[in-house]
């Protein structure tokens, strides 16, 4: 049994952010802003982020000084914070209450229904996604989300609803304070391996989160991924509830149909309503893909298990138009798109690929790629190059190593010399992919950034460079 508890966020006192600029630090602090709590924060830079929270009533420091914690009952930190950090280092002086950026959010559930997105790939889609459609059947959901979303006009809102949609993250492990009503598993494959040391320690994660379910809660379930199933078919077997989804026949949503519309998808759920009969509602989205009728059919499941209505959850997820950096247009120029996508797993890349090549249709597509964490580039090195196989041509940067220090003989060359067509090259300088692009693409074509790092400040660049030649 879970042993989490969930704060009363008017117990935590003045809470203080070390690193407030960054989106998941931000996102917490405008919920506890809108609960009522005093808050303050700090980061390194001044930020269009930060002036949003002093407006939102936040006391904001620009720099990291000691006495930046004065006044506090509670300071958040992320994995990110360092020891040394003096902010950090004068609240365990004083004996103030530290907490993970994780606990503070699940502190700004408090009392809410909360639905708990969790997975390897997909979690930002389909959490967006469940927000928008449970807004639009009148469930005025709350929600936290790693990524702003248009449709809901920021990455986090508290709303008047009953339910808290949150993505779960699990790359640290911090998805385990959430205690969900609803915890839906998109899939699970290895990843984050830094952090877990194994795969097996990755699996047994997946197994402790559907542990923190509510009594008489449920799990929403992907049945066409081997490891989502495993954990679907395992809690069955203590009886507990379980809604799955997917092309397996044997889902209790079933998505068939499957089809590329443009810039969009289509799709038939098919499900029952406490064993009535077979339903069947046609879906159309505004986002291309696979891999988004998959997080529509998620989100749609997840819905289900919290009785809102099926058509009006139909119709919410065919409003929805994508969350930042995912499959996002950038700009058209000279008949080329220009598209950028946050994958940096090869499962990801795959999907991004596929989504791109359904889009371009009979044209090319041309991919920039960067790796991301040295760790996993060195891990998945065969599976990146066999996923960039699917562009025409595809330029690999060098490693964007985030929080990692450089491992020796790990670069973009680890992947592009395992991809044997000749198609996938490396290009370590972003100039000399961006040049390669703009000489080789044709009107028609799809020009696609992909990875979590900085390469996502290019499609602008390769958008005004097209529409100078």
């Not at 001044?46 to 929270?53: F, Q």
């Not at 220090?405 to 060359?413: S, V």
Request: hydrophobic share 45%; with cysteine.
């Amino acid at each position: 049994m879970n042993s989490q508890v969930q704060l009363d966020p008017h117990a935590l006192g003045r809470v203080h952010f070390i690193g407030m600029g960054g989106a998941g630090m931000s996102a917490v602090a405008r919920l506890l802003l809108a609960r009522g709590v005093d808050v303050s924060g700090s980061d390194a830079k001044d930020s269009k982020g930060l002036r949003e929270l002093e407006e939102l009533g936040a006391t904001v420091f620009v720099g990291q000084r000691a006495q930046n914690v004065d006044g506090a009952g509670t300071v958040v930190i992320s994995t990110a914070i360092k020891p040394s950090n003096p902010e950090l280092v004068a609240a365990r002086e004083r004996g103030l209450r530290v907490v993970h950026r994780s606990e503070a959010l699940a502190s700004a559930m408090h009392g809410r229904r909360v639905v708990a997105v969790a997975g390897t790939h997909g979690k930002t889609t389909t959490s967006s996604m469940t927000t928008v459609a449970f807004r639009t059947a009148d469930l005025d959901p709350s929600w936290a989300i790693g990524a702003f979303v248009a449709d809901l006009g920021a990455n986090a809102g508290f709303a008047d609803g009953a339910w808290f949609v949150a993505e779960a993250d699990e790359s640290d492990g911090s998805f385990l304070a959430y205690l969900p009503e609803i915890a839906v598993i998109t899939n699970v494959e290895p990843d984050h391996l830094d952090h877990y040391g194994s795969s097996d320690e990755f699996f047994a994660s997946f197994d402790r989160f559907v542990e923190t379910i509510r009594p008489g809660g449920t799990l929403v379930a992907c049945l066409d991924d081997a490891g989502s199933r495993n954990l679907a078919e395992r809690r069955r077997g203590t009886g507990e509830a379980v809604l799955t989804y997917g092309v397996d026949p044997a889902a209790d949503v079933v998505v068939s149909g499957i089809e590329a519309r443009g810039v969009g998808s289509h799709c038939t759920l098919t499900f029952s309503l406490a064993g009535g009969e077979p339903r069947s509602l046609e879906l159309d989205l505004l986002v291309p893909g696979a891999h988004n009728i998959a997080d529509a059919a998620a989100a749609f499941t997840a819905g289900l298990a919290a009785g809102a209505e099926p058509e009006a959850l139909v119709d919410g997820l065919g409003q929805f138009h994508g969350s930042a950096r995912r499959f996002d247009l950038k700009g058209t120029a000279r008949g080329v798109r220009v598209f950028d996508d946050y994958a940096h797993h090869p499962t990801e890349v795959q999907a991004a690929l596929r989504a791109a090549r359904e889009v371009a249709g009979e044209h090319k597509v041309h991919a920039i790629f960067q790796p991301h964490l040295y760790s996993r580039t060195r891990e998945f090195a065969a599976e990146f190059a066999a996923a960039l196989e699917l562009a025409d041509h595809a330029y690999v940067l060098d490693v964007y190593g985030a929080r990692e220090e450089p491992l020796p003989g790990i670069t973009g060359r680890s992947i592009s010399d395992l991809a044997p067509s000749g198609r996938v090259v490396s290009t370590p300088e972003a100039e000399e992919a961006i040049g390669a692009v703009l000489q080789s693409a044709a009107e028609g074509d799809l020009i696609l950034t992909v990875g979590a790092g900085d390469v996502t400040a290019l499609g602008p660049k390769i958008v005004d460079g097209l529409a100078l030649n």
